[in-house]
């Protein structure tokens, strides 16, 4: 897949049929919009934008974002994404009309050729254009129907509010896939290996936070000498237990010895086993993690 981060594109990324969005969490609705852009006599691309644009409207907001840019990449991959059009996204660019994205961006800049959006599709200065407003552009134009579950619609907001309820096997089928929290392994304060547990830490950073608590896992080691997947169990929180820290997710991989700092993984959150708590000693906390750690194995042996 190329990635393309400016509107000066090479000659074989235009006359695209391109699926357009946010597409954070790339979840059942969003591949469905994708899926309608693939045309046989075509190049299939993604047009997206990065920051988000509510991080530019909201830089103050709690942190919202599914997945980073990476993952989102990442995962466009899989799914046979020829073209990434990754568009820098600043108030600028909110500033053109409907009429003038059409022009600068869609039209002159990517010169796509078909295009493919959510019938809620927003875009443009007060986000004033819509799906009627595209019709009038210099390409074939196809609206997708929003996708709904039990009659509500999938949504990144839902997915969010199922994995804030501690509910990722809810979250999972609106997605298509496990939510996944990736990263780079980074250096922690390494209490887990006193207490016979090594974890490795992902920050959260920027991305929506789950319930605080233990989940069964399986992790992904994408980079280093230890490629491969694992059962894994993780603690994903602020550690209550030995202060107050920033979120973030610390991962067990079961029946592994080795050194992970600076690899590339990739954590699927597939069950919900406790809330987070705070122990008053290193001793009890031990205790707990035994008991985590055979219910993690219980778990994954039936998915």
């Known amino acids: 897949m190329q990635v393309h981060r400016s509107l000066s594109v090479p000659a074989d990324a235009r006359?695209?049929?391109?699926?357009?969005?946010?597409?954070?969490?790339?979840?059942?609705?969003?591949?469905?919009?994708?899926?309608?852009a693939r045309?046989?006599?075509?190049?299939?691309?993604?047009?997206?934008?990065?920051?988000?644009?509510?991080?530019?409207?909201?830089?103050?907001?709690?942190?919202?974002?599914?997945?980073n840019a990476t993952a989102r990449a990442s995962r466009l991959e899989k799914l046979g994404v020829d073209?990434?059009?990754?568009?820098?996204?600043?108030?600028?660019?909110?500033?053109?009309?409907p009429k003038q994205f059409i022009a600068d961006v869609l039209s002159d800049g990517l010169g796509i050729a078909h295009l493919v959006v959510g019938a809620d599709f927003k875009f443009g200065k007060g986000r004033a254009g819509d799906v009627e407003t595209l019709a009038g552009g210099p390409f074939e134009l196809t609206v997708a129907p929003l996708l709904t579950r039990d009659e509500r619609a999938v949504s990144s907001t839902a997915?969010?509010?199922?994995?804030?309820?501690?509910?990722?096997?809810?979250a999972a089928e609106m997605l298509g896939h496990w939510h996944r929290i990736e990263g780079v392994v980074e250096h922690g304060f390494k209490r887990g290996r006193e207490m016979g547990f090594p974890t490795a830490n992902i920050s959260m950073a920027g991305l929506h936070l789950p319930a605080f608590g233990i989940y069964a896992c399986r992790a992904d080691v994408r980079t280093g000498p230890h490629r491969g997947t694992y059962d894994a169990v993780a603690s994903l929180g602020s550690r209550p237990t030995f202060g107050d820290h920033p979120p973030n997710?610390?991962?067990?991989?079961?029946?592994?010895?080795?050194?992970?700092?600076g690899a590339e993984m990739s954590v699927a959150l597939m069950d919900f086993q406790r809330p987070e708590l705070k122990y008053e000693g290193m001793e009890a906390l031990i205790v707990q993690m035994h008991k985590d750690v055979e219910e993690t194995r219980r778990i994954l042996a039936t998915l």
């Open 15 to 36: 006359g695209a049929s391109v699926a357009m969005g946010n597409f954070d969490g790339l979840h059942r609705g969003h591949q469905s919009v994708i899926n309608l």
């Open 39 to 67: 045309r046989a006599n075509m190049p299939l691309g993604v047009v997206t934008f990065e920051p988000h644009p509510r991080e530019v409207f909201a830089p103050d907001a709690p942190p919202f974002r599914l997945m």
């Open 83 to 97: 073209h990434l059009y990754e568009i820098p996204f600043d108030r600028q660019l909110a500033s053109l009309t």
């Open 159 to 170: 997915i969010r509010t199922a994995l804030s309820e501690g509910r990722p096997r809810d």
């Open 249 to 261: 997710l610390e991962v067990m991989l079961l029946d592994f010895s080795g050194d992970l700092y």
